[in-house]
């Protein structure tokens, strides 16, 4: 490889909805601007509804994406934006603002990447019973064919659900997310078969009515567990791990295989199964083949991942036992641990279960960023995080996983759901009084990533300690 990633691969940067968009009161109601009135749930009472003002201030945002030479922008379509109650009449201011910003993409030489849903889910809706109501599949199809009616002459790249595990886990298992409504196990579950129905039946929607040949994937989360040495056993122990499924753990709605092999595989995993036994959904005639209908990519979410030593015991035992890390080992400002490895061996494990071509849809990391006395936004930490995670993607290419795309979180700073504003992943820093945008050292520095196709990155760097 040369010391470079592929010619043809994929740089980009990414953003959601309802946390850059603003303009709440030209659009209808979501779960989370319901959310956000209640009290206590958003850290400082914060909402969405100015957010990063990027629907008034489009234009700014897109040279500051094409200023990074960017191949490629992925933003969601808010479903409320588009049909304010869910289902109905289209909106045309709503439809007209996506296609400014698909056209000023275009005009700027950027591909867009559409994803249709990044957890906006319509109020309404949720009035109606929500993922819990079968019919959330159909409303979401609807939703879908009015978008790829309207954007599809100039769109050919489509994601479907942005991180099911995270709407429906910490939506209605921990509650931490709007809509914060608590289920029990077994509707948890019928919850998600609805929303695997949705991703199914808008996969169809998109090959059926796109007027360009469609590109279509997903974007789950990526929950990676890692060998912490080369030894076979280790690989073996971890990419058991990566796939399986237990209720020990608080984390259990967090996996990879309850949700991704019904869309790739065409079936629930058996371990699920037996773990989840008469909660498990049912599975009517023809579900299977609608869920499963097929894909061109996977997209994938990856933050980070658990070391997996070996000699362990069982599945269970590693799955509620911590990992064993020295003390003081890195952690990203979300809590969340430092490691680069998780983008080697996340894709590569994927890659084999799934046999797709893949893309990193989402990685990066909140770090410790403000205005320095010279104005300038220093952040070390993140242009190192990445810097590392790239070379571990780039050796995962070079030993023959097809990834064929990466896209940095996020563009800017934005609205981090419950955590409000305290929590900054962009490239470049939002001014939340003034909302003026500041690009931060590692824009530039991913600028050259971008120009150079990562040649100006380490061929290797030191273990973190």
């Known amino acids: 490889m040369n010391g470079r990633f592929p010619q043809d691969f994929t740089w980009g940067v990414a953003s959601s909805a309802y946390q850059v968009e603003g303009a709440a009161d030209e659009r209808g109601k979501s779960v989370w601007d319901a959310f956000c009135e209640r009290e206590g749930v958003i ?22 994406i094409s200023g990074l030479g960017a191949g490629a922008y992925r933003f969601s379509v808010s479903w409320p934006r588009v049909l304010p109650a869910g289902t109905g009449p289209v909106d045309p201011n709503g439809i007209a603002f996506y296609d ?19 957890w906006d889910f319509p109020l309404d809706l949720l009035h109606r019973g929500g993922w819990l109501n079968r019919d959330s599949a159909q409303w ?46 077994a509707e948890l579950l019928l919850a998600t078969h609805h929303c695997l129905l949705a991703h199914g039946m808008a996969v169809r929607e998109i090959r059926t009515r796109a007027k360009r040949i469609p590109t279509i994937g997903w974007s789950p989360v990526g929950w990676v567990a890692y060998p912490a040495s080369g030894e076979p056993d280790a690989v073996e122990a971890a990419r058991e791990l990566m796939f399986s499924i237990d209720d020990h753990s608080k984390l259990w709605p967090m996996n990879n295989s309850w949700y991704s092999d019904p869309v790739v595989l065409g079936h629930y995993p058996e371990q699920g199964l037996r773990v989840f036994g008469p909660d498990a959904p049912q599975v009517r005639s023809g579900d299977m083949d609608l869920i499963s209908s097929p894909l061109d990519f996977y997209g994938v979410n990856i933050y980070h991942g658990i070391p997996i030593t070996f000699p362990v015991a069982t599945t269970e035992e590693r799955a ?54 010279d ?57 939340y009084r003034s909302l003026e945008r500041i690009p931060k050292d590692s824009y530039s520095w991913y600028r050259d990533v971008i120009a150079s196709d990562g040649g100006n990155l380490p061929g290797s760097v030191a273990p973190l300690r």
């Open 320 to 373: 509620v036992s911590a990992p064993t890390r020295v003390p003081g080992y890195p952690e990203t400002l979300m809590g969340w641990t430092v490691d680069p490895e998780a983008l080697y061996w996340g894709p590569r494990f994927l890659a084999e279960r799934y046999n797709l071509p893949m893309y990193i849809t989402e990685n990066g990391i909140a770090s410790m960023d403000w205005v320095h006395a």
């Open 100 to 118: 400014r910003l698909v056209d000023g993409l275009l005009e700027r030489g950027t591909v867009p990447w559409v994803t249709l849903f990044h």
């Open 43 to 64: 850290r400082d009472g914060y909402t969405g509804n100015v957010a990063c003002d990027h629907y008034h201030r489009l234009d700014e945002d897109l040279d500051l």
């Open 140 to 185: 979401f199809a609807e939703y879908v064919g009015a978008v790829v009616d309207a954007l599809s002459d100039r769109v050919e790249h489509w994601i479907t659900l942005n991180e099911p595990q995270c709407f429906i886990g910490l939506g209605h298992y921990r509650a931490v997310h709007a809509p914060g409504i608590r289920y029990p196990r």
């Open 375 to 431: 104005g300038q936004v220093h952040d070390p930490a993140r242009i190192d995080y990445l810097a590392r995670h790239l070379v571990e993607l780039k050796r995962a290419i070079a030993d023959g996983v097809d990834v064929r795309g990466y896209f940095h979180w996020s563009i800017m700073d934005n609205f981090e759901w419950e955590l409000g504003y305290s929590k900054r992943f962009g490239l470049a820093y939002v001014d």
